[in-house]
């Protein structure tokens, strides 16, 4: 059974510091795995997919990188903002094809 | 290109009765998923359709059921209601599934409150 945790729960930083958000899974043949951002009361905004061959994704500030043997992702969040606080959320597909979440890591970026 | 539209956003139900949710994704996607977020579970997958047939269930009560229509919309049904249910209630779509599953696009949810 696949299970995904995400370590801290909660983090609050200055803001223009760069911070490393993780996620760990248990079943190491996934099919892809994505980083999701909620923010309080809202739906889920996906920010990156990464393929299981991809080892990494970019996209402006952010940077999610993937090691399956390890059963590992992080993202990486640089400069970070006050409208960068939120939850941030990983989910993996695997060989059951069902999507399974980590609890999140609540962001604070405080000015 | 509109996103995923859940109704309705809020509803306030007494235990024992039931209730539809309902889903619209965006246009061209087979695929809907729906997922119940609660504060002490997280984000917990329900289950999903595609092509108006239930592919995958999580490991809820037979309570807890869906369908899906040709044009892709899909609702979800919650009969009996419990306190336990109250939650956020969440629907996503995409273009294919399981392995090719892309990125997913989720709507704004649908709370509902059990009294």
């Known amino acids: 059974k696949q299970e995904v945790t995400q370590i801290p729960a909660a983090l609050s930083v200055p803001e223009g510091e760069n911070l490393v958000l993780n996620c760990s899974f248990t079943?190491?043949?996934?099919?892809?795995l994505q980083w999701f951002r909620q923010d309080p009361g809202k739906g889920l905004t996906s920010l990156l997919l990464?393929?299981?061959?991809?080892r990494e994704q970019t996209s402006g500030r952010l940077n999610a990188s993937l090691d399956k043997s390890s059963g590992r992702s992080t993202l990486y969040i640089a400069a970070s903002q006050p409208g960068d606080s939120a939850t941030y959320l990983c989910a993996v597909t695997s060989g059951s094809e069902k999507l399974v979440f980590g609890k999140g890591t609540k962001l604070t970026v405080n000015p | 290109k509109a996103g995923v539209t859940q109704t309705p956003r809020y509803l306030i139900k007494t235990r024992g009765q039931q209730v539809t949710l309902s889903c619209s994704p965006i246009s061209g996607h087979r695929s809907v998923s729906w997922y119940q977020q609660t504060p002490g579970q997280g984000l917990q997958f329900l289950f999903e359709?595609?092509?108006?047939?239930?592919?995958n269930k999580g490991n809820f009560p037979g309570r807890f059921s869906g369908r899906q229509f040709s044009n892709s919309r899909s609702e979800m049904n919650v009969s009996t209601l419990e306190l336990g249910d109250s939650a956020l209630y969440l629907c996503?779509?995409?273009?294919?599934?399981?392995?090719?599953?892309?990125?997913?696009?989720f709507g704004e949810g649908s709370r509902l409150t059990v009294l």
């Open positions: 990464i393929q299981s061959s991809q």
């Open positions: 359709y595609f092509s108006e047939t239930q592919r």
């Open positions: 996503a779509s995409s273009p294919s599934r399981g392995a090719n599953t892309g990125e997913l696009f």
């Open positions: 079943d190491s043949a996934i099919y892809n």
